[in-house]
């Protein structure tokens, strides 16, 4: 998406899909791996071909127990610099679960369902084929197993592989931006995921507006972003923040 001239801008939701090793800051394994959610925040522009430096780091890890089992969280944060420079241009937010399901009897908790409100139209219907999904699995060196393999996401009491929570987050900014239109970008992206949905099935995409923003940012626009494969409900959501003028930066 060219802005002006010189490169193009880096898509808004590509440095949150770099994959952050999470064993390598001391996240243990589990039985079952788990996104929980993912944001964005842009605080400059950032094109292709700069050269930027990242540092991940555990700013905060919490025990619960769900309604299947023991849930370990873990709350990572991520920023990126100017190599050159030093400037902080993105800081990112990414949470890790590790589930550890109890014995059950064979009968599965209920699943969540959460309507989609009335008054957030649907802008995106998309699918995502197993070819698809491997080829983002490697592109982002995501190579968990329940995203491509049946009989692994079955084992994990999947109903089947299961869609990259990242991949459902960069729906949300492309939905975004057919909403707000070719003048804006975005400014902030985030995604919470309260299921999972499975690779071949349709995923929906209805956005609202939740608020132009502050006196301070005319230019603002804000958005409420609902995700699902069930017309009507969602299993993710999500915001996003986007500005007119033509740059990341600001507000």
Not at 72 to 84: H, L, P
Not at 129 to 145: F, G, I, K, N
Not at 174 to 190: N, S
Not at 192 to 212: A, M, N, Q
């Amino acid at each position: 998406m060219p802005i002006g001239t010189g490169a193009e801008l880096v898509p808004p939701s590509f440095l949150s899909a770099q994959y952050v090793d999470a064993f390598a800051l001391a996240i243990p394994d589990s039985p079952v791996r788990l996104n929980g959610g993912n944001s964005c925040r842009w605080h400059a522009d950032v094109r292709v071909g700069d050269a930027l430096e990242r540092q991940s780091s555990v700013a905060g890890a919490r025990r619960k127990q769900g309604r299947s089992g023991t849930l370990d969280i873990f709350d990572i944060a991520t920023v990126y610099r100017r190599i050159e420079t030093g400037q902080e241009v993105a800081t990112l937010g990414y949470t890790a679960i590790r589930s550890y399901p109890a014995a059950h009897d064979g009968v599965r908790a209920p699943k969540r369902q959460n309507a989609v409100p009335d008054n957030a139209p649907l802008v995106l219907s998309t699918t995502a084929s197993p070819r698809q999904v491997v080829t983002y699995a490697v592109a982002t060196d995501d190579l968990y197993e329940a995203h491509y393999d049946a009989d692994y996401a079955r084992e994990r009491e999947f109903d089947g592989p299961i869609l990259h929570g990242l991949l459902k987050m960069a729906w949300f900014a492309r939905a975004a931006l057919q909403v707000a239109g070719p003048d804006y970008v975005v400014q902030e992206i985030t995604s919470t995921y309260l299921g999972t949905d499975l690779v071949r099935d349709e995923f929906l995409v209805s956005v609202r507006t939740s608020g132009p923003g502050d006196a301070d940012a005319p230019d603002r626009l804000c958005l409420e972003i609902f995700g699902g494969a069930r017309r009507g409900h969602y299993s993710t959501i999500g915001s996003a923040v986007l500005r007119n003028d033509g740059s990341f930066a600001g507000g």
